[in-house]
């Protein structure tokens, strides 16, 4: 039994192109490629152009431009950085696990001082032909960080404070650069995601309730000193939306109506009032499932749920089945980060928790998100490709 293991754990570290090819889940890519697909559905039905008789209308409805477009090249593009991760050698994600949050760590730095500032924000890096957002990049980067470390500690290693100097400034660091920007909602899911890797690596249960206790003790400071004016508002408007319907409810108070007025069914595609009209705030980047659920209803929202709950679930499955720990930690954060997205927007747009920045997966208008999530699902794949081989900490 042992001899047969070792031999096909040996044919799995020298697989053919071909056979990494064949080796791919794809069910998990299918249900990628519906999301895309859908987004690009609903970004047409954002789009608009001038009628041809001004004397009749200002706009028509139902355009690749401006959105869709412009985001069909940018699924493109990262479906080739899905299919080059996904495909590569796990070997070679171990290796350069280090070096990836290290050149993206810099980039977050940067930000800070040639950053291009958008909608009141410091979060862009402008290389001339695009920007990118570091702060999304900087997650993924972080989970392939922590995988490699925590991949080869043992649980008394674990249980030494000063082996979690590292991992902690890991996480740390760039939470911090993030939430100055500021982006409330990527340096939440930054410690989410962080939190959840210390937890799936075996992090002492009670050193996880000393760190959810000091969180509660200082959350009174970051209220006072720790968050800008407009993000006490919007959680001031979470708790009471009709305080300030006009400001800082408005968003929230026109998504309610647009959701609220989809119904079961839905007004019908290229029929959403709310959105179409201008009602409805950011509909093409966090607020696009508001649009969808006016325009396909209950039915529709319900359907790309699901489809996200599948994803997530075969992603859990795919860590529960790895035989090496790197690649298990590092399909767990993928995961974890996959989840906070999509929980956060859903609940955010619905109104269960308050308003922050944060784009429905797969689905939101950008590059950067997109790209991130891309890379993340692409090692998720390569992951199952190599799920029996053994690894090494130096990737040999």
């Given at each position: 039994m042992i001899k047969k293991?070792?031999?096909?754990?040996?044919?799995?570290?020298?697989?053919?192109?071909?056979?990494?090819?064949?080796?791919?889940?794809?069910?998990?890519?299918?249900?990628?490629?519906?999301?895309?697909?859908?987004?690009?559905?609903?970004?047409?039905?954002?789009?608009?152009?001038?009628?041809?008789?001004?004397?009749?209308?200002?706009?028509?409805?139902?355009?690749?431009?401006?959105?869709?477009?412009?985001?069909?090249?940018?699924?493109?593009?990262?479906?080739?950085v899905f299919f080059a991760t996904a495909l590569g050698n796990i070997k070679t994600w171990i290796k350069s696990a280090y070096g990836i949050y290290a050149v993206i760590f810099i980039l977050v730095i940067l930000v800070s001082f040639i950053?291009?500032?958008?909608?009141?924000?410091?979060?862009?890096?402008?290389?001339?032909?695009?920007?990118?957002?570091?702060?999304?990049?900087i997650k993924i980067?972080?989970?392939?960080?922590?995988?490699?470390?925590?991949s080869w500690m043992t649980a008394h290693e674990m249980t030494q404070p000063k082996k979690m100097i590292v991992p902690i400034l890991i996480v740390l660091m760039p939470f911090v650069l993030v939430l100055k920007q500021p982006d409330l909602g990527t340096a939440i899911t930054l410690m989410m995601v962080g939190g959840g890797m210390f937890f799936i690596a075996g992090f002492p249960r009670k050193w996880i309730m000393i760190a959810i206790a000091s969180v509660l003790v200082?959350?009174?400071?970051?209220?006072?000193?720790?968050?800008?004016?407009?993000?006490?508002?919007?959680?001031?408007?979470?708790?009471?939306?009709?305080?300030?319907?006009?400001?800082g409810g408005y968003q929230i108070n026109q998504a309610k109506i647009a959701l609220g007025s989809g119904g079961w069914k839905g007004k019908g595609y290229l029929n959403g009032s709310q959105s179409h009209l201008n009602f409805l705030p950011e509909k093409q980047t966090?607020?696009?499932?508001t649009m969808l659920g006016e325009e396909l209803g209950f039915i529709g929202g319900f359907f790309l749920l699901m489809i996200y709950t599948a994803i997530i679930s075969v992603i859990f499955w795919i860590a529960k089945t790895t035989r090496n720990?790197?690649?298990?930690?590092?399909?767990?954060?993928?995961?974890?980060?996959?989840?906070?997205?999509?929980?956060?927007?859903?609940?955010?747009?619905?109104?269960?928790?308050?308003?922050?920045?944060?784009?429905?997966?797969?689905?939101?208008?950008?590059?950067?998100?997109?790209?991130?999530?891309m890379f993340g699902l692409g090692l998720v794949e390569n992951t199952y490709i190599y799920r029996d081989v053994q690894l090494s900490a130096t990737g040999h």
């Open positions: 293991t070792s031999s096909r754990v040996s044919r799995a570290e020298n697989m053919s192109f071909s056979e990494r090819l064949s080796r791919m889940n794809w069910p998990l890519f299918a249900m990628i490629a519906v999301i895309l697909s859908l987004s690009l559905i609903i970004l047409y039905s954002a789009g608009y152009k001038p009628c041809p008789d001004q004397s009749e209308c200002l706009y028509t409805f139902g355009s690749w431009d401006p959105w869709a477009k412009s985001q069909l090249f940018k699924i493109l593009f990262a479906l080739v950053g291009h500032t958008g909608m009141g924000a410091q979060r862009w890096l402008n290389l001339g032909f695009f920007a990118i957002q570091p702060s999304e990049f980067a972080v989970i392939l960080a922590l995988a490699r470390y925590f200082i959350a009174p400071i970051a209220w006072s000193y720790g968050l800008h004016d407009y993000q006490r508002e919007r959680v001031m408007t979470f708790i009471d939306p009709s305080r300030d319907i006009r400001g966090d607020f696009i499932f720990r790197f690649g298990q930690l590092l399909t767990f954060g993928v995961g974890i980060n996959f989840f906070t997205y999509y929980f956060i927007n859903t609940a955010m747009v619905m109104g269960l928790l308050p308003t922050v920045g944060v784009p429905l997966p797969l689905m939101s208008f950008g590059g950067s998100s997109l790209l991130a999530l």
